[in-house]
């Protein structure tokens, strides 16, 4: 797991924490930024995935 990925899985947990706690309070507001929070944090996700792929790609064609 590369820093993109850890980073993104945090921030999806924090926003879910945010989403259910505004959810919670009935605070919109909150509700909404956490949402937003789960987004930036799938985002982040995917980048580090991709990331992890074309290391694996480069390092394998490097080997042959």
Do not use: H, P, W, Y
Not at 4 to 22: I, N, R
């Amino acid at each position: 797991m590369n820093d993109k990925q850890s980073k993104g899985a945090f921030d999806q947990v924090k926003g879910e924490a945010k989403k259910q706690f505004g959810k919670l309070t009935d605070n919109e507001s909150m509700e909404a930024e956490g949402r937003l929070d789960k987004g930036k944090g799938k985002l982040k996700e995917t980048a580090g995935d991709i990331k992890e792929d074309v290391s694996r790609a480069f390092n394998n064609s490097s080997r042959n």
